[in-house]
């Protein structure tokens, strides 16, 4: 049948379109969530009068309290914030990609508070296994309502941005 290729190659160039889609959507929406975390934190820090306190601490327990091989202790400070800034945004590019996939898959309607519950369990989840994984000996007890709070609004900015490039429907209310 010839027009059989033709629609088979329509039909894997549309799965190809909306495959790349979502990855992108995932990706920006990821780094949006991660970005807020960052804006949150630093000015959280900058409200208790110390800057960068909250990276720093991350950086050091997640990769390590030897430090990095660089020369002076306030440029192996930033080189590890700056690592540390690398793996949470590439973190969260991919619990961006796969919130999208949750939401393509299971037809779950995305909401801002399934975005919120998202970033409540499977952010803070996924930074306690980072925890559990380096091995390091963290008391998180003051910081935990800090943590929850914005892994919460991270969920809710990634929904959020996933819902402003999801086209409506006909018929749905907005």
Same mark, same amino acid.
């Given at each position: 049948? !010839?027009?059989?290729?033709?629609s088979?190659?329509?039909? &894997?160039?549309?799965?190809?379109y909306? $495959?790349?889609?979502? %990855?992108?959507?995932?990706?920006?929406?990821?780094? $949006?969530?991660?970005?807020?975390?960052? /804006?949150?934190?630093? @000015?959280?820090?900058?409200?208790?009068?110390? !800057?960068?306190?909250?990276p720093?601490?991350?950086?050091?327990?997640l990769?390590?309290?030897?430090?990095?091989a /660089?020369?002076g202790?306030?440029?192996?400070?930033?080189?590890?914030?700056?690592?540390?800034?690398?793996?949470?945004?590439?973190a969260?590019?991919? @619990?961006?990609?796969?919130?999208?996939?949750?939401?393509?898959?299971?037809?779950?309607?995305?909401?801002?508070?399934f975005?919120?519950?998202?970033?409540?369990? /499977?952010?803070?989840? @996924?930074? &306690?296994?980072? %925890?559990?994984?380096?091995?390091?000996?963290?008391? %998180?007890?003051?910081?935990? %309502?800090v $943590?929850?709070?914005?892994?919460?609004?991270?969920? /809710?900015?990634?929904?959020?941005? $996933?819902?402003?490039?999801?086209?409506?429907?006909?018929g749905?209310q907005?």
């Open positions: 049948m !010839p027009g059989s290729d033709d088979d190659y329509e039909m &894997g160039k549309r799965y190809r909306r $495959l790349y889609g979502d %990855l992108l959507d995932g990706a920006i929406a990821g780094l $949006l969530g991660g970005g807020s975390i960052m /804006v949150l934190t630093l @000015l959280y820090d900058a409200l208790l009068f110390k !800057p960068l306190v909250t720093n601490f991350l950086a050091q327990t990769l390590g309290r030897e430090g990095v /660089v020369d202790a306030a440029q192996a400070k930033l080189v590890q914030i700056g690592m540390f800034t690398v793996l949470h945004l590439a969260f590019v991919f @619990l961006g990609i796969v919130l999208v996939k949750i939401f393509r898959i299971t037809g779950i309607r995305n909401t801002l508070l975005g919120g519950l998202y970033g409540f369990t /499977v952010c803070t989840s @996924l930074f &306690g296994v980072s %925890l559990q994984l380096s091995g390091a000996e963290v008391s %998180l007890e003051p910081k935990r %309502l $943590l929850l709070l914005v892994n919460f609004i991270a969920g /809710v900015v990634m929904a959020g941005y $996933l819902q402003a490039r999801t086209p409506r429907r006909k749905e907005q």
